[in-house]
């Protein structure tokens, strides 16, 4: 999801992706972690309504 420029919000991830994590492992995690992210907030817009 991409960032807001001056919502001076900060979000921190942390991704469990096995004992050893190659870089498409992290690539593919933090992707997916976006997709999950986007598809919740477009749920929660079509249930309440445009975030303020």
Same mark, same amino acid.
């Given at each position: 999801?991409?960032? #807001? #420029? %001056? &919502? %001076?919000?900060?979000?921190?991830?942390?991704?469990? +992706? %096995?004992? +050893?994590? &190659?870089? !498409?492992?992290v690539?593919?995690? +933090? #992707?997916? !972690?976006?997709?999950?992210? #986007?598809?919740?907030?477009?749920? !929660?817009?079509?249930?309440? %309504?445009?975030? !303020?």
């Amino acid at each position: 999801m991409p960032c #807001q #420029q %001056g &919502t %001076g919000d900060t979000y921190h991830y942390n991704f469990t +992706v %096995g004992d +050893v994590a &190659t870089k !498409s492992m992290v690539i593919e995690a +933090v #992707q997916s !972690s976006e997709r999950r992210t #986007q598809n919740g907030f477009r749920r !929660s817009r079509a249930y309440a %309504g445009e975030a !303020s």
